[in-house]
C-alpha cells in the first residue's frame, strides 16, 4: 500500500512540477511588449503628451515659481515643495511650442527624473492610458529636431495622438551638472 502511495505521490509531484513547469515557461517566454504599463497624459495647448506613470510623484496646482537669474527660457524657476527646492520647466518652452502664460487653472505635475524631482508645468492632466510597448510608434521624422529628441513615440488612443515624453531628456545636462 505505501508503496502505491509513494507512486501516487510521485505521480502527483511530477504532474504538479510539468504544471508549474509549463506557467513558467509561458511566463519566461512573455515578451516585455505583452507587458502593460500606465502612462499619464496632460494637455499643453491643443497637443497631448503622456509620462511613464510610476515616474509621477504627484500633481499639484500651480504655484507661482520664484524666477532663477540667467535660467534658460524654458526654466520658469523653483518653488517649495514642503521644504525642498523644486525647479519648475515650461514644458509647453522646452518643446519648442512657445511660454505657457501660466494661470490658476494649470498645473504642475511633479516627477522624478535622474535622482531628482522636477516641476513640469502643464495645462491639464487629462487621462491615464494603459498601453504595450508595441502600441507605441516612433516619432515621424517630419518632426522638428527639438520634439524629436523630446518625445520617444507617439501612441494613438481613440483618434488622438499623444507624444510620449523622454524624460530622461527633458532636464538638461548643464542643469544636472548645477543641480548636483
Known amino acids: 500500500m505505501e508503496a502505491q502511495t509513494g507512486l501516487q505521490r510521485g505521480r502527483l509531484q511530477l504532474t504538479v512540477c510539468e504544471a508549474f513547469g509549463e506557467t513558467m515557461n509561458q511566463v519566461l517566454n512573455m515578451k516585455a511588449s505583452d507587458q502593460r ?6 494637455r499643453i495647448g491643443a497637443q497631448e503628451y ?3 506613470i510610476m515616474m509621477v510623484r504627484e500633481i499639484r496646482g500651480w504655484t507661482p ?6 535660467a534658460q527660457s524654458y526654466m520658469r524657476g ?10 519648475i520647466i515650461d514644458l509647453s518652452e522646452r518643446l519648442g511650442l512657445g ?9 504642475i505635475i511633479v516627477v522624478r527624473c535622474e535622482n531628482r ?5 502643464v495645462d491639464a492632466v487629462c487621462d491615464i492610458l ?5 502600441e507605441i510608434q516612433p516619432t515621424p521624422s517630419v518632426a522638428n529636431e527639438t520634439v524629436r529628441s523630446f518625445v520617444r513615440g507617439i501612441l494613438a488612443v481613440d483618434g488622438r495622438m499623444i507624444g510620449v515624453v523622454a524624460l ?13
Open 37 to 42: 504599463r500606465e502612462l499619464i497624459a496632460f
Open 50 to 52: 503622456c509620462v511613464d
Open 65 to 70: 515659481a520664484t524666477p532663477l537669474p540667467h
Open 78 to 87: 523653483v518653488i517649495n515643495l514642503r521644504g525642498t527646492v523644486l525647479p
Open 99 to 107: 511660454t505657457t502664460v501660466a494661470e490658476a487653472r494649470h498645473v
Open 117 to 121: 524631482e522636477v516641476g513640469l508645468l
Open 130 to 134: 494603459s498601453v504595450t510597448d508595441e
Open 168 to 180: 530622461d531628456r527633458i532636464l538638461p545636462d548643464e542643469f544636472e551638472a548645477e543641480a548636483a
